[in-house]
């Protein structure tokens, strides 16, 4: 591998757009000369087998995957003395790609614990990495409101709006983490800005929170097995949601992103960017069929009224069929804030993608596309049914 001087420390590698960032970063977006040394930091112990990251090494950047980076329950000045003794060559990081999580039942609590991880990441890191350029980390939606019922903007949303009113904007996380930024960032040489996706499509190797592409991979893979192939499956929410108009974001559209704005600081630095698959908004009246199609169902319309089994619910009453046949599945935490996705948002919430492609990051995926290649790697992993 080409020596470049670009080390790239990645923070909750294992997450669901972490580990996409680590995966571009070993396939060499955007180039094979753009970083020569990776370094992936974890808090579950993960083996690299059990990873599924690229495993050439003769043709990727080198890597180095660290566990036991505990954010919550670390000071600073520990973070600091366990980044110095266990990261191999600190002093050369150049860019970090901050998507680390941990949600909370209250959302002030959350507020509370992110900011006293990324602090304890950033503050951590500022004396020891004096080639360091940019930080990227992951906002959302909730930004626009999309937690409120109804919503608050009209569409397409833009970078531009909000704040929101009154205690909505207080408890979201991510004015306080550019904050931090900003603060951490003054008299330095290295800047950074955010990435805003809606709900993200995606593959983790050992479990995460908020997961929908796990959640329904699991329930449509158990479906297919229990009621068999050719099944009718309703779409899992009422009509207004199914009708809704968004546009999802896989974590290879915001890992590549994410890298493009590290490498552009000219035309990123302290701002927001929304970014999706694609521009053009579509609903689950399009998606829902295509993607229980490929588990070998009929996706219908909703079938609302008592009585109907909600994913997380189906999937409690029927794991034993996976376990019958071999299958691990992947641990899906929320699971039932999940099956809520079909039913509280059901109104209009795509976003604007201009700005973006504006600043010169013009790359499109198509939707479907990028959910197949989340269920083939959950297939290969042998957490859903083959």
Known sequence: MVETGKHA??????????WAVVDQLLSNYPSQE??????????????????????????????QLVSGINLIDGTVESIRELLRSEVRGIEQVTH?????????????????VMCKMLKCAIDGFNQLVPKLEFVVFPSGTKSYGIHIPGGVFKPPYTESMGPLAGTAQSIINYPSMREILKHASAGTQWTW????????????PNGSAFNLTAHWA??????????????KVPFP?????????????????IAKCSIWAALHPAKTSGQT????????????????????????????GPAEGDGVLKPSEYIAKHRGVFEKNGIKSSPVFQGDFLDSYGYYLDFDRHMSLEKIKMAGF????????????????????????G
């Open 237 to 253: 929410g009422t009509t207004k949601a199914y009708n809704s108009l968004y546009n999802e974001a896989s974590s290879e559209i």
């Open 193 to 204: 800005c955010d990435i805003c996706p809606d709900a993200v499509i995606g593959f983790v």
């Open 34 to 63: 753009t970083f020569s040394k990776v370094t992936a930091l974890i808090n579950r112990p993960l083996s690299l087998k059990d990873s599924f990251w690229p495993d050439e090494p003769s043709a990727r950047p080198e890597l």
């Open 9 to 18: 420390i990645v923070f909750g590698a294992s997450g669901n757009i972490g």
């Open 362 to 385: 013009t790359e499109e995926l198509d939707p479907n596309g990028s959910w197949f290649k989340a269920f083939d790697r959950y297939k290969r992993a042998g957490m859903i049914a």
């Open 96 to 112: 970090i790609f901050y998507f680390a999580y941990k949600s909370e039942p209250e959302p002030t609590e959350e507020l509370k």
């Open 273 to 300: 960017f929304n970014i999706a698959d694609q521009a053009k908004p579509e609903s689950m009246r399009e998606r829902w069929p295509t993607l229980a199609a490929y588990f070998g169902l009929e996706g219908t």
């Open 218 to 231: 699991t329930y449509l893979s158990l479906y297919a097995l229990v009621e068999g192939k050719g099944a």
